[in-house]
């Protein structure tokens, strides 16, 4: 059973700080892996993409990958209150596969 | 352009009604996906078409139906529902080229269903 685990939070940073969100997953024959932003009430909105071991940086957020650790995590720098949300991984085997979302990490910035 | 569009934004039905979902996309993704997300809970996966045939049935009980007119449209053919199924359901979409590792899923806005 393909699983994958956040930890739920509330996680909260001081505004500016880096804020680390962390996901394990269970399927080794996991191909892609994302991090998906999710406000209340609103749908998943892709922050970050990753499908190779190490790190990948786009402008605030890096997304960093352990195939052998089967870990994923994702790094926000110079944290906004904006940034606020449920973050979600989810994982899938590429091509048309469905993903596998953890429950989400809430993330409070404090002003 | 990554968008996906639903409609309705909101659905409130009674168990013996019949509706429907609808999403589009034109992009020219060829997967197309329906998940359930229930309140503080992650997506799940109901439904994945493949070049506009079904792949994926999560075990999803025969009061929903899906329905691939063409590769722009998935609809959500709803009827009998139980109180239990009111959740945000969510439309994606993605190239869904087999073997293809960079198959970002675009998420619709969801239509929020309340079942009386």
């Known amino acids: 059973q393909k699983e994958v685990e956040q930890n739920s939070g509330p996680l909260s940073v001081p505004e500016g700080a880096i804020a680390s969100l962390n996901c394990t997953y269970s399927d080794r024959g996991s191909q892609s892996f994302f991090w998906y932003r999710q406000y209340s009430g609103k749908s998943p909105e892709l922050i970050m993409f990753?499908?190779?071991?190490g790190d990948k940086e786009d402008g605030r957020f890096t997304a960093q990958l352990n195939k052998a650790s089967q870990y994923v995590s994702l790094l926000i720098r110079d944290s906004q209150p904006s940034d606020s949300a449920t973050y979600l991984c989810a994982v899938g085997r590429g091509g048309a596969d469905g993903l596998t979302f953890g429950k989400g990490t809430h993330l409070i910035i404090q002003p | 352009d990554t968008e996906v569009t639903q409609t309705p934004k909101h659905l409130v039905m009674g168990m013996t009604n019949k509706k429907s979902l609808k999403c589009e996309q034109h992009m020219g993704h060829r997967a197309m996906y329906w998940y359930k997300q229930k309140a503080k809970k992650p997506p799940e996966l109901m439904f994945v078409?493949?070049?506009?045939?079904?792949?994926i049935n999560e075990s999803v009980p025969s009061r929903f139906s899906p329905e691939c007119p063409n590769s722009s449209l998935l609809n959500l053919h709803l009827h009998a529902l139980q109180p239990e199924d009111s959740a945000l359901y969510l439309c994606?979409?993605?190239?869904?080229?087999?073997?293809?590792?960079?198959?970002?899923?675009?998420f619709g806005p969801g239509t929020r269903l309340t079942v009386l």
């Open positions: 990753i499908y190779s071991n």
């Open positions: 994606a979409s993605s190239h869904g080229v087999a073997g293809f590792r960079t198959d970002t899923q675009y």
């Open positions: 078409y493949s070049y506009e045939k079904l792949s």
